[in-house]
Nanobody, 125 residues
Framework: QVHLVESGGGLVQAGGSLRLSCAAS????????IGWFRQAPGKERLFVAA????????SYADSLEGRFTISRDNAKNTVYLQMNSLQPEDTAVYYC??????????????????WGQGTQATVSS
């Protein structure tokens, strides 16, 4: 089992950047692929990005690739989401999630086994 805690959210102006962190407890963090999702008020939880256990492969939502970058440091048990050129429509609660395999699906929240509590990112116009 792995326990996830997100941080790094906040209020930023349009065009600004935020770097979110997902810190994991447990000795087996490197055994999990990690995904980031976001959920705006009244909307469904949507896929943002995912990264394999080793960090060797990444996937992004089509509309976000080029602005968002996912990375991980297994020595620090942490996954990061760098978000640049933020727009008001990026306002949401951002969640990280863990799953044991990368190849069996990464785009649906139902694919993941463990979730963090989320961190709010708000972009003002």
């Amino acid at each position: 089992q792995v326990h996830l805690v997100e941080s790094g959210g906040g209020l930023v102006q349009a065009g600004g950047s935020l770097r979110l962190s997902c810190a994991a407890s447990g000795r087996t963090f490197s055994n999990y692929a990690i995904g980031w999702f976001r959920q705006a008020p009244g909307k469904e939880r949507l896929f943002v990005a995912a990264i394999t256990k080793s960090g060797g492969a990444r996937s992004y939502a089509d509309s976000l690739e080029g602005r968002f970058t996912i990375s991980r440091d297994n020595a620090k048990n942490t996954v990061y989401l760098q978000m640049n050129s933020l727009q008001p429509e990026d306002t949401a609660v951002y969640y990280c999630a863990a799953k044991r395999t990368y190849d069996t699906g990464i785009y649906s929240p139902d694919d993941y086994d463990f979730w963090g509590q989320g961190t709010q990112a708000t972009v003002s116009s």
